[in-house]
Structures are given as structure tokens and as C-alpha cells.
């Protein structure tokens, strides 16, 4: 019989500035994937809804704060790791209090959709580009 597979509930968000670019984080030096960039969010905890983590991650991670009716679900990413299977929603964001800044010392960017592919990411994210192209525009 096949070992059990260990899923990872993680969420994750695509801010959109007002020029239409997309902000990517880079994963710091000692994180698994690191120097990899992918979008903003983190692990669902127990009990915890998929916007609320959203909603804690983004103040703790970058400083700002998201009202749930900002937070608009996009697509989703079901990807197969070595030792786990990772689910990813990815939710957009286009209206925030406060100033994005890096809380955890990681690099960010603002990029444009068209620009996002060339940019190294985890293989979970890569399949969440095509839609947020589509909803973008390049």
C-alpha cells in the first residue's frame, strides 16, 4: 500500500499596484527554495481560513493591512514535492492600508505580468503565471 501523502495547505497572493505590476518576495538565504521569488501569503494554520492567513502573513511579512473584501480568489496550484503535496490558492489584491516594506529582511520587486516567467520560482508557482497574465494583460 502507498505511504500516505502529506498535504501542505499554503496561501498566497498577487498585490497589484496601481501601474499593474505584481509584487514578488525573494525566499531568504536558510528557507528551503532560497533565493527563489514567488508571491506573498504562507502556511494556513489550524483552524484558519485561507484569508485570514492571507490577512496576518501580509502584516506581518510586509507591513501592510488587507480588508477580506480586497482579497479576490484567482486560480490554484496542486503541486507534487518530494516528500509532500502542496495546494496553493492564489488570491488578488489590489487595495491596501499602509506602505509595502520588507519585515523579514527579504528583497521585493514589483513586476510587470509579462516579466514574471523570467523571474526563478518555486515549480508550484509557475502555474499560477497564465492567469494572472490573463486577468493583468502583459
Known amino acids: 500500500m502507498a505511504e500516505p501523502v502529506k498535504l501542505l495547505l499554503v496561501v498566497a497572493v498577487a498585490l497589484v499596484d496601481p501601474d499593474g505590476r505584481v509584487l514578488l518576495a525573494q525566499r531568504p538565504p536558510g528557507k528551503t527554495l532560497a533565493g ?27 507591513g501592510i493591512a488587507v480588508k477580506e473584501a480586497c482579497l479576490a480568489p484567482l486560480t490554484f496550484a496542486s503541486h507534487a514535492y518530494e516528500s509532500f503535496h502542496l495546494l496553493m490558492p492564489l488570491y488578488v489584491c489590489r487595495r491596501w492600508e499602509g506602505f509595502v516594506q520588507p519585515k523579514e529582511g527579504q528583497a521585493l520587486k514589483w513586476v510587470r505580468p509579462r516579466d514574471l516567467a523570467t523571474y526563478p520560482m518555486p515549480p508550484a508557482d509557475l502555474p499560477l503565471l497564465p492567469a494572472l497574465v490573463d486577468l493583468l494583460g502583459p
Open 36 to 62: 527563489l521569488w514567488e508571491f506573498p501569503g504562507g502556511k494556513i494554520e489550524p483552524g484558519e481560513r485561507p484569508e485570514e492567513t492571507l490577512i496576518r502573513e501580509l502584516a506581518e511579512e510586509l
